[in-house]
């Protein structure tokens, strides 16, 4: 069973304070990566992507790929109080499929 | 610009009874398509998806299924709803084309309720 692991929170960060995002994933074939913000009640939206080793940055987002450790995070630099969400990962599997498997997400929480 | 377009938004319905949900894309062609499920305080659940008009692959076993009549629609039925399938259920496409074929754009989703 090909899986993809997060912790379920709530992460709750100050206002201003780094959030940091943490995700890992059984299929060591997976090639692509993504972070999915999910606001409550709403539909998931794509935030960040990443496929190689190493760093990617986007304006507050960075998000960071070790295909060794099969770890994937995200950090949220200066977090607002419209960071507030559910964050959801999700690799692609191996074997050719255009099939994403979500981890179940971290809730975070950034107080003023 | 693509856009995509889940109806209804929500729905509830008695244990027994079908359903009928629908999406539809606009602004592209041959995408691929996706129906996933999101129970309460879970993961999304990929329940089908559609490479081509015709062409379902189903990831689950269960009482649902899903068809795509047209190139740009599809459609998840049900003729007779449990209550283990209350959920948020959330339709998708991607491009073809291998560099954005795992870049997934959700619809608003379509929460049912099941009583």
């Known amino acids: 069973q090909k899986e993809v692991e997060q912790n379920s929170g709530p992460l709750s960060v100050p206002e201003g304070a780094i959030a940091s995002l943490n995700c890992t994933y059984s299929d060591r074939g997976s090639q692509s990566f993504f972070w999915y913000r999910q606001y409550s009640g709403k539909s998931p939206e794509l935030i960040m992507s990443?496929?190689?080793?190493g760093d990617k940055e986007d304006g507050r987002f960075t998000a960071q790929l070790n295909k060794a450790s099969q770890y994937v995070s995200l950090l949220i630099r200066d977090s607002q109080p419209s960071d507030s969400a559910t964050y959801l990962c999700?690799?692609?599997?191996?074997?050719?499929?255009?099939?994403?498997?979500f981890g179940a997400g971290t809730r975070l929480a950034v107080h003023p | 610009s693509q856009t995509i377009h889940q109806w209804p938004a929500t729905l509830v319905q008695p244990v027994g009874s079908p359903l009928s949900l629908e999406c539809t894309v606009e602004g592209t062609s041959n995408p691929n398509l996706y129906w996933y499920r999101q129970a309460a305080g879970r993961g999304l659940q990929l329940l089908f998806y559609s490479v081509g008009i015709g062409q379902i692959s189903s990831e689950v076993p269960q009482n649902l299924s899903a068809s795509r009549p047209q190139d740009r629609q599809f459609i998840l039925s049900s003729k007779k709803l449990l209550l283990s399938d209350s959920g948020f259920y959330l339709c998708a496409w991607s491009p073809q084309d291998r560099a954005g074929a795992n870049v997934l754009t959700f619809g608003a989703g379509s929460r049912l309720t099941v009583l």
């Open positions: 990443i496929y190689s080793n």
């Open positions: 999700a690799g692609s599997l191996s074997g050719g499929y255009n099939k994403l498997i």
